[in-house]
């Protein structure tokens, strides 16, 4: 029997109840940040000694606050992340820190930061191409956001401290992809439904914390005998976010889901920050080129005269290969959250793409609601047919 | 009040229509040109950026978003839509690029790349390349690069920086802006040469420049007259107007001679204090694009002594500023992008207003057009330009006890809008401006 202060139970309680530990940290006199992307770079949080806290929506929570401050046809999740923010669900923050990864956070954030109060807000501006001027801009807004991060904590931030930091982060990362590795066997050692309830935990501690948490799982997972069992298909998902175990439910009632490339997945994990002179320089570097979120405009070359379709794919979608390759897929699930523009765009020609690995593929939407799972259920169920 | 039958009730200016007759002119000889054969770019608004180099390098540009707007007008959109759905495009996405992906689906994978025989004005012809941009939305540079799945074109998509209210004031941060959009637009004219073939002629992109500057700031001038009570100027005016400013759609010259025309026949209704309809009762914001399918609808609520004074801040010219001193093209170009996006921000600092340019443009404009009331038009499948209109109505009441009035529409989607519905509503939100107005005066607002 597993022991619930430990691994998998401990990360499953935290799931349940990630406003917790949080609180016990600031009555400790800690200082808890908010953030609503990943592409906040947390580790300039981690090393002036603040925590950072991902703030989540809630797809169970009726929707009564957010309708005098955004549109009802607008991204869901911002919706809700708002909505919880403005029913006082996140007062007890003392800072947020919003980024323009994609026009719904962009304009959230400015919404967010008139209708709240907390002691810091931070908005960091986000270029969508990878090029040179770009990445240089970015890591000048790295540098403001230090210089409101020093100027609100009264604290320099040393470069001993930020490459430290980014050091306890890369080890998560590393972390993280060796947990996933152990959804390579079949049937995988640990379900989606399990890891979504991990990473939703590393998100909601100090990073030291996470990382023991997670080197326990790791191990218990290892060794587990009580493992997922093996399912009709082994799928991987592809979505902004999924960060809610009921939707990864839907999938695994019939299917073992062994990857999710999602925001509440491996998308903030897949690679590392490289240790650079300046270390803003690799922040800047790993979160503009690495993290591979739809809403970054890629081309096979920077500032191409010629294009050429399946290149071009290539550039977009090549981080996929190796996932269908070394995790034997049998099918992708497409999976769209209503209103999301980056992602939605990209359907078609992800389907182009995964035709040609020769990955069969299902385009599902919903609208981040615990009502919209009901009909995705069916339909997951008639793609499961297909394939097996 | 009665009106005969066919009369106008708008008092249209008289400068408006050779503007108008210029712009549309001059899209029909860039249609002939397209046709004989000169290289063409689909082009996305992109707010006095990218086109001043498109047009010194004398390069006709498209715009889908306009012809999106036209498609959906004369009905041949639908058809364009239903193919993108096929396609795999999701239906809620911005309806102008449903169009846009759907009829560049059937010109190339049905029609081997000639323009479809039903497309409206001339049809849009395969494009050289394709200009995208990341200015206010996603939209605008995702569509352009899903495109890829039917046309070989490359895209450049054009970058733009989006402070916060708060940032912009870090020590720096608006030069650190300006360096990255000259870098930017360095890049993009090397981009434009390797294409086209030809080198940019340097003293035509600087008078480009400044005409594009001028005939803006001449455009910004007409617009203040319009706080004149009553006001000289209906927004239907504006919006026939506009392209020439925005979009830099005809002959520089000729466009900024037309604007200063028009300065001077607004100047002359102040001065003679006429007004843009029979009798002004209430003056309003119109927030959006409006419903062009459906511009009659203003003569009804003209009829009803309603004047549309003020519009959106993303199709009013930037707030004029002094870039004589700036001798690089590019960089005053730049610049004067930059003024589009942040030229509100120090005054919305000092009134203490968050959000940028999302709600403090609409408050200016309330307070200082003297506005009873804002009408917003949402549009449903443009969701970017419609985020900020519930948070725009929250903070008009809050601060200025200014009522809005909601009525919904679509830019492809006509059906959404309904005009009998809206001007159901005319009625109560006259009593609901004229309550607004006694407490204004009751809070020592001084309208």
């Known amino acids: 029997m597993s022991d619930k202060n430990k691994g998998l139970s401990k990360a499953q309680e935290i799931y349940l109840n990630r406003l917790q530990r949080v609180k016990e940290l600031k009555a400790a006199g800690k200082k808890i940040i908010g953030y609503p992307c990943v592409y906040v770079p947390l580790e300039m949080l981690t090393a002036l000694d603040l925590v950072p806290y991902r703030t989540c929506g809630d797809m169970k929570e009726p929707i009564t606050e957010v309708d005098r401050a955004l549109p009802s046809s607008f991204c869901p999740i911002m919706r809700t992340c708002l909505d919880c923010a403005l029913k006082g669900k996140n007062d007890f923050l003392d800072g947020m820190v919003t980024i323009h990864s994609c026009d719904p956070q962009e304009k959230t954030a400015r919404v967010w ?55 306890s982060h890369n080890q998560q990362r590393t972390l993280l992809r060796e947990l996933y590795e152990l959804t390579k ?54 979505t902004s976010i999924l960060d809610d175990t009921d939707i990864m439910q839907v999938f695994e009632a019939k299917a073992n889901v062994v990857m999710d490339e999602s925001c509440g997945g491996i998308r903030a994990y897949r690679a590392g920050v490289k240790f650079t002179a300046d270390p803003q320089e690799g922040l800047a570097n790993y979160y503009l080129n690495e993290i591979t979120c739809a809403r970054t405009f890629r081309q096979a070359t920077l500032g191409e005269t010629r294009k050429d379709y399946a290149r071009d794919l290539q550039s977009r979608f090549g981080y996929l290969r190796r ?20 992602f939605a765009f990209e359907i078609p020609s992800l389907k182009d793409y995964l035709d040609s690995l020769g990955v069969p593929s299902i385009y599902i939407e919903y609208d981040y609601t615990i009502g919209a799972l009901a009909p995705l259920r069916t339909r997951v169920e008639a793609f499961l047919e297909t394939i097996s | 009040m009665v009106v005969e039958k066919g009369k106008k009730t708008i008092n249209r200016l008289e400068l408006m229509h050779p503007l108008r007759a210029k712009v549309n002119e001059t899209y029909l000889k860039s249609i002939e040109a397209i046709q004989a054969g000169k290289p063409t770019v689909w082009g996305m608004l992109n707010f006095y950026y990218g086109d001043p180099i498109l047009k010194a390098m004398d390069i006709e540009v498209v715009y889908p978003e306009n012809y999106g707007a036209i498609a959906a007008a004369t009905g041949v959109a639908q058809q364009y839509l239903e193919r993108a759905d096929a396609d795999g495009f999701p239906t809620h996405l911005c309806g102008y690029s449903l169009n846009t992906l759907g009829y560049t689906s059937r010109m190339m994978k049905e029609l081997n790349g000639q323009i479809p025989p039903e497309a409206p004005f001339g049809g849009m012809p ?59 637009l360095r890049d993009f004219v090397a981009f434009v040469e390797g294409m086209v073939g030809k080198k940019m002629d340097w003293d035509k992109l ?65 001065d003679s204090h006429v007004s843009a309809i029979p009798e002004e009762k209430y003056r309003l914001v119109f927030a959006e694009l409006p419903p062009w399918h459906s511009l009659g609808f203003f003569e009804k609520l003209a009829e009803r002594g309603w004047n549309f004074v003020v519009e959106s801040f993303g199709y009013r010219p930037p707030i004029p500023i002094d870039l004589s001193n700036v001798s690089d093209p590019l960089e005053r170009i730049s610049r004067f992008n930059l003024q589009f996006y942040v030229g509100y921000y120090e005054d919305a600092q000092k009134q203490n207003v968050l959000g940028g340019t999302f709600a403090y443009p609409y408050l200016k404009y309330a307070r200082e057009w003297k506005c009873d009331g804002a009408l917003l038009h949402p549009l449903i499948s443009c969701r970017s330009a419609s985020t900020h209109l519930p948070y725009v109505a929250d903070m008009l009441m809050e601060e200025l006890k200014v009522p809005s009035l909601s009525i919904e529409g679509d830019i492809v989607d006509l059906r959404l809008f309904n005009p009998e519905d809206a001007l159901a509503r005319a009625e109560p939100f006259e009593e609901s401006m004229e309550h607004y107005r006694k407490i204004r005066r009751q809070e020592g607002f001084d309208w």
């Open chain 1, 113 to 167: 930061e008139s209708y709240t109060n907390h002691p810091y807000f931070h908005f960091i501006d986000m270029p969508i191409t990878v090029r040179p001027e770009a990445l240089e801009y970015f890591k000048s807004q790295l540098n403001d956001f230090r210089k409101t991060l020093e100027a609100f904590t009264g604290k320099k931030l040393s470069t001993d401290k930020l490459e430290a930091a980014i050091k």
């Open chain 1, 185 to 238: 066997p079949s049937p995988p050692h640990i379900s989606g439904t399990e890891i979504v309830q991990v990473v939703k935990a590393l998100m909601s501690l100090p990073v030291a914390e996470a990382n023991d948490l997670l080197t326990e799982v790791i191990s218990e997972v290892k060794n587990r005998t009580d493992g997922p069992e093996e399912k009709s298909a082994r799928l991987f998902i592809w």
């Open chain 1, 323 to 342: 996932i269908v390759k070394e995790w034997k897929t049998d099918g992708a699930i497409m999976l769209l959250v209503r209103y999301c523009d980056p």
């Open chain 2, 126 to 184: 395969k494009p050289l390349f394709l200009m995208s941009s990341a200015a206010i939305c996603d939209a605008r540079y995702k569509w352009f690069q899903a495109l890829g799945r039917y046309i070989d074109v490359p895209v450049w998509a054009l970058e733009a920086p989006t402070p916060g209210a708060k940032e912009f004031f870090i020590e720096g941060y608006y030069d650190r802006m300006v360096d990255l959009e000259v870098k930017h």
């Open chain 2, 206 to 270: 600087d008078k480009t420049a400044n005409l594009m500057i001028e005939i803006n700031r001449v455009w910004h001038e007409v617009n203040e007259l319009r706080k004149a009570k009553p006001c000289p100027m209906h927004s239907r005016d504006f919006w026939s107007a506009m392209p020439a400013a925005l979009f830099l759609a005809g002959d520089l010259e000729d466009s900024l001679r037309l604007y200063q025309d028009m300065y001077k026949e607004v100047k002359d209704r102040v």
